[in-house]
Every structure is written in structure tokens, then in C-alpha cells.
């Protein structure tokens, strides 16, 4: 595991002799994506985003059994948490459909709990991401799966999102604004960073066909999006990194600017004639 953070390695370390010790012969494959793939782990803030490959659909008992193991990994360590999903060779680069009525389960750890259910990260960026900066701790470089992306996919899925997943989360923004200001500056600044930089990096994939970290979309709008907007990207920043610094004067100020950025930035995706076609 050279070159990865050292509290990832000491997790993946017992993630996987445990797995080796209580469920033998098990597992074929493990890749890791997301943060640690893009070389943008932050400790006590990013997870560990892991695929894991596995000889065999699981049993109940046998999940029961990996429900305890990630019960004794969470134990041992509050961060960086796990968060991912298990599965076969056969089913890499499934994309999750929420209209289909036979959609495949699969367990997957999210939020400290295994869960059974159709997998809502199987989509376009996941994939594209394991295929060009995956990390493979066990099986074949990512390179040379079977794996199949192409740029309109992506760029739809993206859109897709912006309009539905974003855009409802900026109209209960607007709508609880009230609320937003009794939160605890902490609670705020999680909304502040998730929306700002979560939308930043689909702009660039929208922009530039490719995908990017929170910081480096931090980045890239600043020299891309209006100075108007720069402030609320620079807070959002701040906040990813750990800086206590504050650009706002109060709360209802910073809710503003980010509801002023995230509408510009679903609006001009909407707008550019580009978005689909380049």
C-alpha cells in the first residue's frame, strides 16, 4: 500500500485480515476511488471510498459476519470512515437505474451501517474514476477492466444530477433559510463545502469531460466562475482545509452567495450549448 495515507493503510490492514481471518477465500478484489484515487485526502474529513470484489454473492450469515467487521473497524477507527460496496467481476460498470423495477441488491457500507439495496453510487464518474485513477490494493490494474464510459454518458449523468439532486437542494436551501441560520457554525460550514464544491466539480466535468477533486474544483472556479462569486468559493475552500478564517460577515451573507452560485451554476450549465456536445 505505498503512497497511501497512513490511517488508510492501518484501516485497509485490519479491513483486510479480518476479512481473511472470518470469511476466507472471500475476497478477489479491492479498489479504492474518490479521494484518496484523486490524491486529495483530507484525514478527520474524506472517506474511503472502496470497491471490493467477492468470490460469491453473500449469504445472510455471511453478511452478518461483514456487518461485525466493519462494527470492529469503526471502532477502532472514528477516520477516516469506509464507504463503498461489494460485489462480482460480472457486475463492474453496472450504472444504477431507479426506474427499474428488478434492479440487483448488493450490500454496501455507507454512514457506519451495511446495508442491502440497490447501489446508488453505479454510475458514469464512479466508474470513469476507477478506470483512470483507481487504486487496485488486491487484483488487476483498473486499467484493464472491462469498462466502458463514454463521454455522453457522463456528461448526461451529470446534468441529470444538477437538475434534480442539486437543484432541489438549493430550493430547500431558499426555503429553510431561517433554519440554516440556527445551526451551529459547524453544521453550516458542512452545507457551505458539500454544495459549493460538489457543484464546482460538476462544472468541470460539464467543462472539461474529466473529474477532478473539492480543492482542485475550488480552484478551477475561481478561474472560471465571476468574481461576484468568489468569495463563497474561497469560504468553501477554507473549509475543506481546515482554515478557521471567515470571509462573511454573518451567516445570512454566506447562505446567500451560495444560493447565488449554485443557481448561476445549474443555469449556465442549462445555457451552454457546449455541455452535451464537446
Known amino acids: 500500500m505505498k503512497g497511501l495515507p497512513k490511517t488508510v493503510t492501518a484501516v485497509l490492514q485490519d479491513y483486510i485480515g479480518l476479512l481473511n481471518d472470518v470469511l476466507p ?10 479521494s484518496v484515487a484523486l490524491n486529495a485526502f483530507v484525514e478527520e474529513s474524506s472517506d474511503i471510498d472502496f470497491i471490493t470484489i467477492t468470490s460469491r454473492r453473500l449469504e445472510h450469515d455471511e453478511l452478518e459476519i461483514l456487518s461485525t ?9 472514528k477516520k477516516p470512515e469506509m464507504d463503498g460496496v461489494y460485489l462480482l ?11 427499474q423495477s428488478d434492479v440487483t441488491e448488493f450490500p ?59 437543484a432541489e437542494r438549493v430550493r430547500l436551501v431558499e426555503q429553510s433559510v431561517e433554519k440554516l441560520l440556527n445551526l451551529s457554525q459547524e ?32 480552484e478551477y472556479g475561481l478561474r472560471h466562475i465571476p468574481k461576484e462569486w468568489h468569495e463563497i468559493i474561497r469560504e468553501a475552500t477554507n473549509i475543506r482545509i481546515g482554515a478557521k478564517e471567515k470571509l462573511f460577515e454573518s451567516k445570512k451573507a454566506s447562505i ?7 443557481k448561476y451554476i445549474i443555469n449556465y450549465c442549462n445555457n451552454d450549448s457546449s455541455t452535451l456536445t464537446n
Open 108 to 166: 454496501y457500507y455507507n454512514n457506519n451501517k451495511l446495508l442491502i439495496g440497490p447501489y446508488f453510487n453505479f454510475n458514469p464518474i464512479t466508474w470513469i474514476l476507477l478506470k483512470q485513477r483507481g487504486i487496485n490494493i488486491i487484483g488487476p490494474n483498473p486499467s484493464l477492466l472491462d469498462l466502458e464510459i463514454s463521454p455522453i454518458q457522463l456528461k448526461t449523468f451529470v446534468l441529470d444530477n444538477m437538475n434534480t439532486y442539486w
Open 69 to 77: 467487521i466493519h462494527e470492529r473497524i469503526s471502532k477502532k477507527y
Open 25 to 34: 477465500d472471500t475476497i478477489e478484489g479491492l479498489y479504492l476511488h474518490g
Open 187 to 218: 453544521e453550516l460550514d458542512i452545507e457551505i463545502e458539500w454544495t459549493v464544491l460538489g457543484l464546482l466539480r460538476q462544472f468541470y466535468t460539464l467543462k472539461e469531460n474529466g473529474i477532478i477533486s473539492k480543492l482542485e474544483s475550488g
Open 256 to 262: 446567500d452567495s451560495l444560493v447565488g452560485l449554485a
Open 89 to 99: 467481476w460480472e457486475d463492474v460498470g453496472l450504472l444504477y437505474n431507479q426506474d
